[in-house]
């Protein structure tokens, strides 16, 4: 059986991440393949039980490693649960975050640097990437305008300094520029549907054989 794709669609809050993951999923499936929509923090109970704790923490301030390790603790726990069972059965599967979440956020975004994210790597998810990242870019103004909308809207956005997201937006870029084959960046100011066409075509131009009436 031929292995499925490992998708990651990655970017600052309020990019459109979610709303792309389950657009993407509808669509592999319309391409008559098998698809299954994960995330991180989550993904598996104890990956969900991290990120209660992660997301909903007091307001005691933490060590930017402490973080680090609990994302990394949830994420070895959802490759061997989820992630990795599915591919082997031959399921694409579609993740809203993972590791380039972990380097634009504590990486850049808490200045831990890019060194211990990416030792971290290599320990816990050692050779295993994705195939390709979808990288949603947003500027902050317009993912804060589309936060304070949404319904239930939370403070988290708010919470953290313009500057602590401005580093994460150019920790994903960085990422986006030092791994261009893996990494597709995707202009998420555009209404959903055009996100979702440009994530269509970056599909193709990934896959387009594996996709009926792909050109490649
Ligand atoms: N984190 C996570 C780390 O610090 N390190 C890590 O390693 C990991 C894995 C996770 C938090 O944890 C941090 C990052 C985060 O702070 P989350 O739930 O994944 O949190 O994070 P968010 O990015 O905050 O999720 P959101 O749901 O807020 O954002 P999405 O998924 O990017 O956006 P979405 O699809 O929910 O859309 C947001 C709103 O915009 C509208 C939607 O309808 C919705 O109301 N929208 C659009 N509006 C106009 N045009 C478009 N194109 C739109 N697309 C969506």
Do not use: N
């Not at 975050?97 to 504590?106: G, P, V």
């Not at 030792?119 to 990288?135: E, Q």
């Not at 953290?160 to 791994?179: M, Y």
Request: with cysteine; proline share 5%; aromatic share 6%.
């Amino acid at each position: 059986m031929a292995r499925g794709a490992f998708i990651t669609i990655e970017g600052g809050e309020g990019a459109g991440k979610s709303t792309q993951a389950r657009r993407l999923v509808v669509w592999l499936e319309r391409q008559g393949l098998r698809a299954v929509a994960t995330r991180e923090p989550g993904g598996t109970p104890t990956g969900e039980q991290i990120r209660e704790i992660v997301m909903h923490r007091g307001p005691e301030a933490w060590h930017p490693l402490t973080e680090t390790l609990l994302f990394f603790a949830a994420r070895r726990e959802h490759l061997d649960r989820v992630i990795l069972p599915a591919l082997a059965a031959g399921r694409w599967v579609v993740c809203d975050r993972f590791a380039d979440s972990t380097m634009a956020y504590q990486g850049y975004g808490a200045e831990l640097g890019p060194e211990p994210i990416a030792a971290l790597y290599d320990l816990v998810v050692g050779a295993i990437k994705p195939d390709l990242t979808l990288i949603l870019d947003l500027p902050l103004a317009v993912a804060r305008r589309r936060l304070k909308r949404r319904a239930g809207a939370s403070d988290r956005f708010e919470r953290r300094r313009r500057a602590f997201h401005e580093r994460v937006r150019a920790g994903f870029l960085a990422i986006a520029a030092h791994e261009p084959k893996r990494c597709s960046v995707i202009d998420a100011t555009q209404p959903a549907d055009a996100v979702a066409a440009a994530i269509e075509r970056a599909m193709r131009r990934k896959f387009g054989r594996r996709f009926a009436g792909g050109r490649a």
